[in-house]
């Protein structure tokens, strides 16, 4: 191997590190399966990345796709093949655009392309240290927090400024995007104060339109006697579409004075996560409620 191939490895290998380790994936997470997609390249001669050999992956034959795009500026594709292969491939818009339909021009090497375009075509334990090439997207539809449901393009890359290229597509079909989660946060305008501990009982629903856990949470507010007590409070529910869920939680004020019948002032958060997009999804309520004694 020359210098300047042993500098490609090396910088090869350091990037997919960086992949692997998720800085260099401008994405969520946890990557989306690939339900229907496929990967193909070549090249010339005397390109590193290709070995001047051909390249064809597809769902169909049992390759594993994954992909990932956090606001659709950036596609980065992850491959593992039936036999052992494995390749990373990433498009990336100039600035924040989206990508969309149409030929970028003069892409380096990303994530190191500044404002331009930028591609990256390795695996297999090669990479390119700087590379020009150019990129077509012909498909791209993206949901929310870049969902990819559709992505295709095709692409030219050159290692270190040599003249061979690895030349190939790929090919992404998904599913529509799910919903995002919805989630409404209601406080019931009536509780409870036990004359005992002087804890107030608060209550309410909460509404999820997909199943998940909510966590409520907040601070129930009186004043006593020129004195400010303040109650926190926290309970988990468990969130499914339909009739909406009640909570109750009990808050103990954190002085020595405790609360008392009458009006107190309830700040409450619910929050829960969206699986489908690795999100978490809060919404607040301020209520006045009426405190009415609990006797023992």
Not at 132 to 139: L, N
Not at 148 to 157: C, Y
Not at 248 to 255: I, K, M, R, W
Request: contains cysteine; negative net charge; hydrophobic residues 35%.
């Amino acid at each position: 191997m020359n210098t300047s191939w042993r500098r490609a490895a090396l910088g090869g290998a350091l990037a997919l590190a960086a992949v692997a380790s998720g800085l260099a994936v401008a994405g969520p997470a946890a990557a989306q399966p690939v339900e229907s997609g496929s990967l193909e390249f070549s090249g010339d001669p005397g390109d590193y990345i290709s070995g001047g050999g051909s390249y064809a992956y597809s769902t169909d034959d049992g390759d594993l796709l994954t992909v990932a795009s956090g606001n659709g500026s950036v596609v980065n594709v992850s491959l593992s093949g039936a036999n052992g292969d494995w390749w990373y491939l990433s498009f990336d818009a100039p600035l924040d655009d989206v990508l969309a339909p149409g030929t970028y021009a003069e892409a380096t090497r990303y994530p190191f392309n500044g404002a331009g375009p930028g591609l990256s075509l390795s695996g297999n334990g090669r990479g390119c240290n700087t590379l020009t090439g150019s990129f077509t997207v012909t498909e791209a539809a993206f949901g929310p927090h870049g969902y990819v449901e559709t992505f295709a393009a095709t692409f030219e890359q050159h290692c270190e400024g040599g003249t061979a290229a690895a030349r190939g597509e790929v090919h992404i079909s998904n599913p529509p995007p799910p919903p995002e989660l919805d989630v409404q946060l209601d406080v019931d305008g009536a509780g409870t104060v036990s004359t005992v501990s002087g804890a107030a009982s608060v209550s309410g629903t909460v509404s999820c339109n997909k199943a998940t856990t909510a966590t409520v949470s907040g601070t129930t507010v009186q004043v006593v006697r020129s004195v400010v007590v303040r109650g926190p409070f926290l309970t988990q529910v468990p969130c499914t579409p339909g009739d909406p869920v009640p909570w109750s939680v009990t808050a103990s004020p954190d002085g020595s004075t405790p609360f008392r019948k009458g009006d107190v002032e309830v700040d409450a958060k619910a929050t829960a996560r969206d699986g489908d997009y690795d999100q978490f999804v809060s919404v607040v309520d301020t209520a006045v409620v009426g405190l009415r004694k609990l006797k023992p």
